[in-house]
């Protein structure tokens, strides 16, 4: 085994560079690589240097904002689920309620329209009602043909990407033990997915057809009712599913990293019994029965490709396994199984007594000339197997779980599939501690969590022991003081807003924490400032939850402890520095690299159009990168204040060069469709940004007007479905071509030159940047 030390892969793993230490290892049976926790380090367990990389890709294009791709209610959950080393999300949803306006055709595949959307509870019925009512009435009835309104309520959904199939079914088994009956795992070729859903909670009923409404409001306004109880049903189960996956996660990080070291010191690797998924309920009967079952591990989906231990198992039996890029299950098995299906004797005694004649069917290795298919009804009853059914999509008979045990020495000696051109065993054995195990301690891990928590606890000790000695209750008692330890480790992690440490929503705080700072203020510095110091902050906040009713979508925290300003300064690409006031502005850690693509355009020379500017998200990083000019428009008094503020520090940081950047910088305040921001860029530009979402269309008419007369290039972002993204930027630039023709001339047309992908923004919905070349096609432009 070759081990690659931290120095040998610091370009490949970034930050997990650091922290672990990788094992590569020539054996199919286990991961490429092999990842050995270091002190410290333990929490890492072992992880695909494949998949690190991933999740880092994702990770620096995910937005965790409430603004972007990750819904408020569920921010903290995810943050806290994607710092663990084995999992990294992809899309989400916090669970929702929406009127959704589509065809009523179920056949097609068109888009729709969301007349509304909330996540959170729905308090003004009426007024969604007036919303959905309204907006119907002002459309065009022709249009509205063949159209169906729907209420619906859709509860969470999660997908996220595990480092190894354990995992994943340690999720699985988590989920549905919080109600999450209809998650499942997908197994690719390089990838193991796991989804949390459930079904319970949904709801869909129809409001309007043809654009005529067929319910009043007093039927709307109690399904409204209905929707919102389940709602909040949907949120208590999310927090359910959080309260275990914390436990579970934390419990499997120290067994399988304590497991690792143990099979890497003694050399005792565990048997797992892999079959193929049809025949897994049957072979577990039949361990059962022996008592050969491992019960201190658990079953699950494992890959196929890998060694195996089947004395029958031939070179080219073995390149089948490896081939196949589908899973089978494995089940774990004591040595004696192993020992019993490996003994000559045993396989001699089935091979003489079984005959082809004897097991209609299945063929012995010995008298079969053509090898049969593991799975037809034949070879399901012969081996003990009941239920089976016409996979080729005949008419069959309905599957039904097996009650009756396998023959497990006929199933090792004769069972074998058809793969290609060659065959393999249905039954083969190999050692791997891949498996999960049952046991469920609550035993934390031995860091107890990062060095924010620690910090944490630090300053809880040191606020206790100041009360313990005025014979303070809470700081006396040793169970309460256990509790509040234990919720500090369970804490999500920090985030950061330049030196502003910020709690998750809803952290420590309840009335025994703002009591116990209280109290602490009599005696010493507070709790919260206690806290503030150890960590080193300026200012220590948390987080509140945002108003949906906020269009401008301000900042929303709570200042608990420090003093000065609120305003923080947080780097960006290219050297720039964003600048806002956290009370008042919202900051998209996200979008990262997309920040990063726009400070590479080559704009050099240009004159530059940012429709919708906020803190200079885009603004500042094309400065930096060269336009000779932008126009930014924002309409937010604060984010225009932080825009401001933001090209000062732009000026500060090219005075050097003998440049002032921030003199390139028009900033046209208020609504940008106003007829002064046309004619102040009207045939001057030679790109155009229009950063809005869920679609830029309101930017159509100034981006149009602002092009130069030979054309120029739209960046336009827009929410679509991921299997419509191309169709949807053809659309796109064809109602483009159309406001070209009624404002410029018919001689004008748009192509689409590429499309972006920024983030996922909701389950199967993307947010893109779609790329449209807009040009002059008469030969005098």
Same mark, same amino acid.
Not at 619 to 641: H, I, K, Y
């Given at each position: 085994?070759?081990?690659?030390?931290?120095?040998?892969?610091?370009?490949?793993?970034?930050?997990?560079?650091?922290?672990?230490?990788?094992?590569?290892?020539?054996?199919?049976?286990?991961?490429?690589?092999?990842?050995?926790?270091?002190?410290?380090?333990?929490?890492?367990?072992?992880?695909?240097?494949?998949?690190?990389?991933?999740?880092?890709?994702?990770?620096?294009?995910?937005?965790?904002?409430?603004?972007?791709?990750?819904?408020?209610?569920?921010?903290?959950?995810?943050?806290?689920?994607?710092?663990?080393?084995?999992?990294?999300?992809?899309?989400?949803?916090?669970?929702?309620?929406?009127?959704?306006?589509?065809?009523?055709?179920?056949?097609?595949?068109?888009?729709?329209?969301?007349?509304?959307?909330?996540?959170?509870?729905?308090?003004?019925?009426?007024?969604?009602?007036?919303?959905?009512?309204?907006?119907?009435?002002?459309?065009?009835?022709?249009?509205?043909?063949?159209?169906?309104?729907?209420?619906?309520? @859709?509860?969470?959904?999660?997908?996220?990407?595990?480092?190894?199939?354990?995992?994943?079914?340690?999720?699985?088994?988590?989920?549905?033990?919080?109600?999450?009956?209809?998650?499942?795992?997908?197994?690719?070729?390089?990838?193991?997915?796991?989804?949390?859903?459930?079904?319970?909670?949904?709801?869909?009923?129809?409001?309007?057809?043809?654009?005529?409404?067929?319910?009043?409001?007093?039927?709307?306004?109690?399904?409204?009712?209905?929707?919102?109880?389940?709602?909040?049903?949907?949120?208590?189960?999310?927090?359910?599913?959080?309260?275990?996956?914390?436990?579970?996660?934390?419990?499997?990080?120290?067994?399988?990293?304590?497991?690792?070291?143990?099979?890497?010191?003694?050399?005792?690797?565990?048997?797992?019994?892999?079959?193929?998924?049809?025949?897994?309920?049957?072979?577990?009967?039949?361990?059962?029965?022996?008592?050969?079952?491992?019960?201190?591990?658990?079953?699950?989906?494992?890959?196929?490709?890998?060694?195996?231990?089947?004395?029958?198992?031939?070179?080219?039996?073995?390149?089948?396994?490896?081939?196949?890029?589908?899973?089978?299950?494995?089940?774990?098995?004591?040595?004696?199984?192993?020992?019993?299906?490996?003994?000559?004797?045993?396989?001699?005694?089935?091979?003489?007594?079984?005959?082809?004649?004897?097991?209609?069917?299945?063929?012995?290795?010995?008298?079969?000339?053509?090898?049969?298919?593991?799975?037809?009804?034949?070879?399901?009853?012969?081996?003990?197997?009941?239920?089976?059914?016409?996979?080729?999509?005949?008419?069959?008979?309905?599957?039904?779980?097996?009650?009756?045990?396998?023959?497990?020495?006929?199933?090792?000696?004769?069972?074998?599939?058809?793969?290609?051109?060659?065959?393999?065993?249905?039954?083969?054995?190999?050692?791997?501690?891949?498996?999960?195990?049952?046991?469920?301690?609550?035993?934390?891990?031995?860091?107890?969590?990062?060095?924010?928590?620690?910090?944490?606890?630090?300053?809880?000790?040191? *606020?206790?022991?100041?009360?313990?000695?005025?014979?303070?209750?809470?700081?006396?008692?040793?169970?309460?003081?256990?509790?509040?330890?234990?919720?500090?480790?369970?804490?999500?992690?920090?985030?950061?807003?330049?030196?502003?440490?910020?709690?998750?929503?809803?952290?420590?705080?309840?009335?025994?924490?703002?009591?116990?700072?209280?109290?602490?203020?009599?005696?010493?510095?507070?709790?919260? @400032?206690?806290?503030?110091?150890?960590?080193?902050?300026?200012?220590?906040?948390?987080?509140?939850?945002?108003? *949906?009713?906020?269009? *401008?979508?301000?900042?929303?925290?709570?200042?608990?402890?420090?003093?000065?300003?609120?305003?923080?300064?947080?780097?960006?690409?290219?050297?720039?520095?964003?600048?806002?006031?956290?009370?008042?502005?919202?900051?998209?850690?996200?979008?990262?690299?997309?920040?990063?693509?726009?400070?590479?355009?080559?704009?050099?020379?240009?004159?530059?159009?940012?429709?919708?500017?906020?803190?200079?998200?885009?603004?500042?990083?094309?400065?930096?990168?060269?336009?000779?000019?932008?126009?930014?428009?924002?309409?937010?008094?604060?984010?225009?204040?932080?825009?401001?503020?933001?090209? *000062?520090?732009?000026?500060?940081?090219?005075?050097?060069?003998?440049?002032?950047?921030?003199?390139?910088?028009?900033?046209?305040?208020?609504?940008?469709?106003?007829?002064?921001?046309?004619?102040?860029?009207?045939?001057?530009?030679?790109?155009?940004?229009?950063?809005?979402?869920?679609?830029?269309?309101?930017?159509?008419?100034?981006?149009?007007?602002?092009?130069?007369?030979?054309?120029?290039?739209?960046?336009?972002?827009?929410?679509?479905?991921?299997?419509?993204?191309?169709?949807?930027?053809?659309?796109?630039?064809?109602?483009? @071509?159309?406001?070209?023709?009624?404002?410029?001339?018919?001689?004008?047309?748009?192509?689409?030159?590429?499309?972006?992908?920024?983030?996922?923004?909701?389950?199967?919905?993307?947010?893109?940047?779609?790329?449209?070349?807009?040009?002059?096609?008469?030969?005098?432009?």
């Amino acid at each position: 085994m070759a081990v690659l030390r931290n120095a040998d892969m610091g370009r490949a793993d970034g930050k997990l560079a650091d922290q672990i230490e990788v094992a590569v290892s020539n054996n199919p049976a286990n991961t490429d690589v092999c990842c050995i926790p270091t002190a410290g380090t333990l929490e890492h367990g072992c992880l695909n240097i494949e998949f690190v990389r991933r999740k880092e890709q994702i990770l620096a294009s995910l937005d965790r904002s409430p603004k972007g791709s990750v819904d408020a209610p569920i921010v903290d959950f995810l943050a806290w689920l994607n710092s663990r080393p084995q999992i990294v999300t992809t899309s989400s949803c916090s669970g929702r309620i929406s009127v959704f306006l589509g065809s009523c055709d179920p056949t097609s595949s068109k888009g729709g329209e969301w007349l509304l959307v909330s996540h959170e509870i729905l308090g003004d019925a009426k007024g969604a009602w007036s919303k959905v009512s309204e907006s119907l009435a002002a459309r065009n009835h022709e249009n509205l043909q063949g159209t169906l309104v729907s209420l619906l309520m @859709e509860p969470f959904l999660l997908h996220a990407e595990c480092a190894d199939s354990e995992t994943a079914q340690h999720i699985l088994e988590l989920a549905r033990e919080a109600s999450f009956r209809e998650s499942g795992i997908s197994l690719g070729r390089r990838r193991v997915m796991v989804q949390l859903r459930t079904t319970a909670l949904c709801l869909q009923v129809p409001l309007a057809l043809d654009g005529k409404l067929i319910v009043d409001q007093h039927y709307f306004e109690t399904l409204v009712g209905l929707a919102n109880a389940r709602l909040t049903e949907n949120g208590r189960r999310v927090q359910r599913l959080w309260e275990r996956l914390r436990e579970g996660l934390l419990t499997s990080n120290t067994n399988r990293s304590a497991a690792a070291l143990a099979a890497v010191a003694s050399n005792a690797t565990p048997w797992v019994l892999v079959c193929e998924q049809s025949l897994a309920r049957s072979v577990k009967l039949a361990l059962e029965e022996l008592n050969w079952m491992d019960e201190s591990r658990k079953m699950g989906p494992v890959m196929a490709g890998a060694d195996t231990a089947n004395s029958q198992t031939t070179d080219a039996d073995k390149c089948a396994l490896q081939d196949r890029s589908c899973s089978c299950i494995g089940i774990p098995v004591v040595n004696a199984a192993a020992d019993f299906l490996q003994s000559a004797a045993a396989l001699e005694t089935v091979a003489s007594s079984l005959t082809a004649a004897a097991v209609p069917g299945l063929a012995t290795a010995a008298h079969a000339k053509t090898p049969v298919q593991a799975e037809t009804p034949a070879s399901c009853e012969a081996s003990g197997v009941e239920g089976s059914s016409n996979d080729a999509g005949g008419k069959g008979t309905k599957k039904r779980p097996p009650t009756k045990p396998a023959n497990l020495t006929m199933l090792w000696q004769c069972g074998r599939l058809h793969v290609g051109n060659g065959e393999r065993p249905v039954l083969h054995l190999r050692r791997s501690d891949e498996l999960p195990r049952k046991d469920r301690s609550s035993q934390r891990a031995s860091e107890a969590g990062t060095a924010e928590h620690q910090c944490l606890l630090q300053a809880l000790v040191e *606020v206790l022991g100041s009360l313990r000695s005025q014979s303070d209750a809470v700081a006396a008692s040793q169970e309460a003081r256990a509790r509040l330890m234990e919720e500090i480790r369970n804490l999500s992690p920090l985030q950061w807003r330049g030196d502003v440490a910020l709690f998750p929503r809803g952290a420590l705080l309840s009335s025994t924490w703002v009591d116990l700072d209280a109290r602490a203020q009599q005696y010493c510095r507070g709790l919260w @400032e206690a806290m503030r110091v150890a960590l080193g902050a300026r200012l220590l906040a948390r987080q509140r939850e945002i108003r *949906v009713d906020d269009e *401008v979508r301000g900042g929303a925290i709570e200042i608990l402890a420090g003093t000065g300003e609120t305003w923080v300064v947080v780097p960006g690409p290219r050297g720039v520095r964003y600048t806002f006031d956290v009370t008042r502005c919202m900051f998209s850690e996200g979008n990262a690299a997309e920040k990063a693509r726009v400070a590479e355009f080559n704009v050099q020379g240009e004159t530059v159009l940012d429709l919708y500017a906020g803190v200079g998200f885009w603004t500042l990083p094309l400065l930096a990168a060269g336009a000779e000019r932008v126009f930014a428009c924002e309409w937010n008094p604060d984010a225009l204040e932080a825009l401001q503020r933001g090209l *000062v520090l732009l000026g500060e940081g090219a005075a050097d060069s003998g440049t002032c950047l921030a003199d390139r910088c028009t900033v046209l305040a208020g609504d940008n469709r106003r007829s002064e921001v046309r004619e102040t860029v009207a045939g001057r530009c030679h790109r155009a940004i229009l950063g809005l979402i869920p679609f830029s269309r309101d930017g159509f008419a100034v981006a149009v007007v602002a092009m130069r007369d030979v054309g120029g290039l739209l960046h336009l972002h827009w929410n679509v479905h991921c299997d419509e993204e191309a169709a949807t930027a053809r659309a796109v630039a064809a109602e483009l @071509e159309t406001v070209f023709h009624k404002t410029r001339g018919t001689d004008w047309s748009c192509k689409v030159q590429g499309v972006q992908r920024v983030k996922w923004f909701a389950p199967r919905i993307r947010h893109v940047r779609i790329d449209v070349v807009c040009s002059r096609t008469s030969t005098d432009a």
